[in-house]
């Protein structure tokens, strides 16, 4: 299961795959089938060979997304010219 903490930080990007220097490595997937709750996009952690769910990516803009995780708000930011990526905890007032 991963841990909240490594999901925040910088990221190396290529080809919807997210890796970081803890070797921690998402996976942005596509939805087969999606309705008025599901985001064609969500993240999975495949660090193991098995992965596990994280949760649905929702759109802010073309390259960048929220998403929530046992409980917490994050946002994803990919500038895929640079091959990065950054996920950031979202604080709510």
């Known amino acids: 299961m ?10 190396q990007y290529n080809q919807k795959v997210l890796t970081n220097t803890l070797g921690l490595k998402l996976l942005i997937a596509n939805r087969g089938n999606t309705s008025k709750t599901k985001t064609p996009l969500f993240l999975v952690d495949k660090t193991t060979a098995k992965g596990s ?3 649905s990516l929702y759109p802010l803009s073309d390259a960048a997304f929220t998403f929530d995780y046992k409980g917490y708000k994050y946002e994803l930011k990919i500038d895929e010219l640079k091959g990065s990526a950054f996920i950031s905890h979202v604080l709510i007032s």
């Not at 991963?2 to 990221?11: D, P, V």
């Open 2 to 11: 991963t841990n909240l903490s490594n999901l925040i930080g910088e990221f």
């Open 53 to 55: 769910y994280i949760s």
